[in-house]
């Protein structure tokens, strides 16, 4: 609900935003709603269920639950009996009181998919699209007194989930609930986003941005659209900051009946400049705008703002005819440091304020400074902008689209799909774009062409989205697709064909580290490990009966949660068939941990020719057994989100090695490094240890910037294992970093060091 403001004891007419929260829902088969009565004998058609009670947003799903007619979506096999929902028409319906005659729209953040808008028993509107709230006029056809609100949205479309045929795609929703490599088939449908009636006087508000033109004059501009009756108006504008007014300014101007854009330049030098996190405070502010008609306040819109300039420049080294992907933030080159992140909960409405600030803060705590909303999922709630904002990180924007596995990937150019993808662009610029969070907008998740090669702006698909970003907000980066190519996967051959690249996300045995090893990119925009939840996670979604040593080839419930990231088989590799699920759960949580730090210290070796990495992926949507988040479903963080927040750090020890098996007697050869953002002193203890005996000694005291070899050193396979450790000190904060090598005596290795991997495993 819109905060409203007493503007210097103006006369303020009070207008309501009345928030249409409880609403009665009923399933009905398809057009039954539009007939109303059997054609055969005359009898009402009453639905496939009573009146459930939704508290919009909510998910439909859990008022289902609530009442009785699905389980819990979320354990063992419900979700399979819950797929019937989606093939239902939903009508909704709910009353509010007005007793005012003003201009007035109900608006709608999401209704998924297609919508029939009913009010007082007459049809208004029917609405096509999720991805893009929307309003509906009805100033004129309101009642004084009670009015009823009907709301039917038809069965969710049919849609191809992970495999399909991307160009075929026809619809602007989200895309991983029709199964995802880490989540089920179970399709959002019907209002799990905010729902109000607003009223205003004379002139509405459409939105308002505000754009840096100038970061080191702090020159901005202040940009709005309105709707109005025409005439003459005044418009206040106001930056303040903890209720201290920094800027106030009234203007008159002459509006014209319909829509009107206008704007003012300022410089705004008592403002500070917002900054990622670990670069400075991410100094926000609040602007309001209000229209002023006849000394009464017909309508103000709310927005934080910052001052900030972010571009993408060519990485050094790189060939001239490569885009950059360095950020350049306020004129300071950085290292991207980031997270991908799906949609907080599969069931959309049911995700929390709580959950989001768990989120942000969980990137934040771990050094990150960017996060990429991933294309098959869904434009944000404010919320999340806000609230990476506030805490200086930066959002990669991928807008609603995504390969489907069957090449080609190129997405559709139908102009019907394109009318829709339009609509979505511009709601996400128009609603979102003012946050100074918001840095890339990219046109989907790995689109392809027939050549395999990402597309480019040859495709009217992203052409379309490239012109309505020049239109709403130049200053933004546009990628047409990531990965953005020429190939999607690393090339060891050739690394100028490395630019923005995905993968890998399995740890497959030594290839791992042979991998990045070799590996040359301008950036990484996903890659990641898979790891097990933990155990305690387990009873929470699986029956007594699936929880045990199963794979997901032996156990189809196991399947269902997370079949492709099963660890069993790198299990078998090191230490046999016979094993629990406590060693197991110990050495795939062990697996992610140490490879994503790996990873992260080959890329940021690799600076400045490699600009930056998003990890796959912080959260998690649905409860896996095995999946690459690093948070699980139930908040729960697996010892790889404290691993990527170590190798984030501002210090990062890290080793580089060939493999971490090795038989008895074996020789192996181990270098160290320090990577660190900024001069520091420091001192470096090395520890090693076979589970015998154990060594420590200095090697290193002295300044470190960007990334030294501070040792190299061979080494004989001995005792039950060898672990070396890199114990870093700087300014008396510890900064730590393990390799651990297995001992393989025979065919496989020995099991003692499932013990060391578990203390591995909790370190913080």
């Known amino acids: 609900m819109m905060k409203r403001y007493n503007l210097n004891k103006l006369k303020v007419k009070t207008l309501k935003t009345i928030l249409l929260k409880k609403f009665t829902c009923v399933a009905k088969y398809p057009y039954e709603d539009f007939i109303g009565k059997s054609v055969e004998t005359d009898c009402e058609l009453k639905g496939q269920t009573s009146p459930i009670s939704v508290s919009v947003p909510e998910s439909i799903y859990t008022a289902l639950e609530k ?287 709580q959950d989001y600030i768990k989120l942000v803060k969980a990137a934040k705590d771990a050094h990150a400074n960017i996060i990429r909303v991933w294309g098959g999922g869904i434009i944000e709630q404010p919320l999340f902008y806000r609230l990476c904002s506030e805490n200086g990180i930066m959002i990669w924007q991928d807008i609603t689209q995504s390969s489907r596995g069957l090449f080609p990937n190129n997405p559709s150019e139908s102009p019907k799909f394109l009318k829709l993808l339009k609509q979505t662009t511009q709601y996400l610029l128009e609603q979102r774009g003012a946050y100074p969070a918001l840095a890339v907008i990219c046109g989907g998740n790995e689109l392809f062409g027939k050549d395999g090669r990402p597309i480019t702006l040859e495709n009217k698909n992203p052409k379309i989205i490239f012109n309505t970003i020049k239109q709403f907000a130049p200053d933004l980066e546009f990628i047409t697709s990531t990965s953005s190519g020429p190939v999607q996967t690393g090339d060891l051959i050739n690394y100028k064909n490395n630019h923005d690249i995905h993968g890998p996300w399995l740890y497959e045995g030594n290839s791992f580290f042979s991998y990045y090893n070799q590996l040359k990119t301008l950036y990484v925009g996903e890659f990641g490990t898979n790891g097990m939840c933990s155990l305690s996670s387990l009873h929470k979604f699986l029956d007594k009966k699936d929880i045990g040593v199963f794979t997901t080839e032996n156990n189809y419930v196991w399947r269902k949660h997370g079949a492709w990231w099963d660890s069993a088989t790198q299990m078998k590799r090191w230490f046999g068939e016979n094993y629990t699920l406590k060693e197991i759960n110990i050495v795939s949580r062990y697996i992610q941990n140490f490879a994503l730090l790996y990873a992260i210290g080959t890329l940021r070796r690799a600076a400045p020719y490699t600009s930056g990495c998003m990890v796959w992926q912080l959260n998690e949507m649905y409860p896996c057994v095995y999946s690459t988040s690093l948070i699980d479903f139930y908040g729960r963080k697996k010892p790889g989100y404290y691993s990527v927040k170590r190798a984030y750090d501002s210090i990062l020890p890290s080793f580089k090695f060939q493999r971490v098996d090795y038989n008895n007697g074996e020789k192996f050869l181990v270098e160290c490094y320090i990577t660190a953002d900024r001069p520091k002193e420091i001192e470096v203890e090395l520890v090693m240890s076979d589970g015998e005996k154990q060594n420590k000694k200095v090697i290193f005291k002295g300044e470190v910037y960007e990334t030294m070899p501070i040792y190299k050193s061979e080494y004989t396979m001995s005792g039950k294992y060898v672990l070396i450790t890199l114990n870093v000190t700087a300014e008396n904060i510890l900064f730590r970093a393990d390799a651990l090598f297995l001992n393989r005596k025979g065919e496989f290795c020995d099991k003692s060091a499932i013990s060391v991997m578990e203390t591995l495993n909790k370190l913080k």
């Open 67 to 353: 009442e009785k007619y699905i389980k819990n979506p979320y354990k063992g096999m419900n979700a399979v009996e819950a797929e019937w929902v989606a093939d239902r028409w939903w009508t909704y319906e709910t009353a509010f009181e007005s007793s005012v005659e003003h201009n007035c729209e109900i608006v709608f953040e999401s209704v998924d998919y297609i919508c029939h808008i009913y009010l007082n028993g007459k049809i208004i509107a029917t609405h096509v699209g999720a991805s893009a709230g929307f309003s509906v006029d009805i100033s004129g056809k309101l009642n004084i007194g009670k009015n009823i609100l009907r709301v039917l949205v038809e069965n969710s479309p049919y849609e191809f989930g992970q495999v399909g045929i991307s160009r075929k795609v026809n619809t602007q929703r989200p895309q991983f609930d029709n199964f995802w490599d880490f989540c089920t088939k179970l399709k959002n449908i019907g209002i799990y986003r905010p729902c109000f009636v607003h009223f205003y006087d004379y002139a509405k508000l459409e939105f308002i941005s505000f754009r840096t033109k100038d970061y080191k004059t702090k020159r901005c501009v202040i940009f709005c659209e309105t709707k109005c009756d025409g005439g003459k108006y005044k418009v206040k504008f106001v930056i303040s900051k903890a209720d201290k007014i920094l800027y106030e300014e009234t203007l008159p101007f002459n509006f014209k009946k319909g829509k009107n854009k206008f704007s003012i330049e300022r410089i705004f030098d008592k403002l500070r400049l917002w900054n990622i996190n670990g670069s400075g405070m991410p100094n926000i502010y609040d602007l309001s705008v209000s229209i002023i008609s006849d000394n009464k306040v017909c309508d103000e819109k709310k927005q934080i703002v910052g001052v900030r300039n972010i571009r993408l420049d060519k990485n050094f080294g790189a060939d001239f005819e490569h885009r950059g992907y360095t950020f350049v933030v306020n004129g300071k080159r950085i290292f991207a440091r980031g997270f991908n992140i799906t949609p907080l909960k599969q069931l959309l409405g049911s995700e929390t304020e």
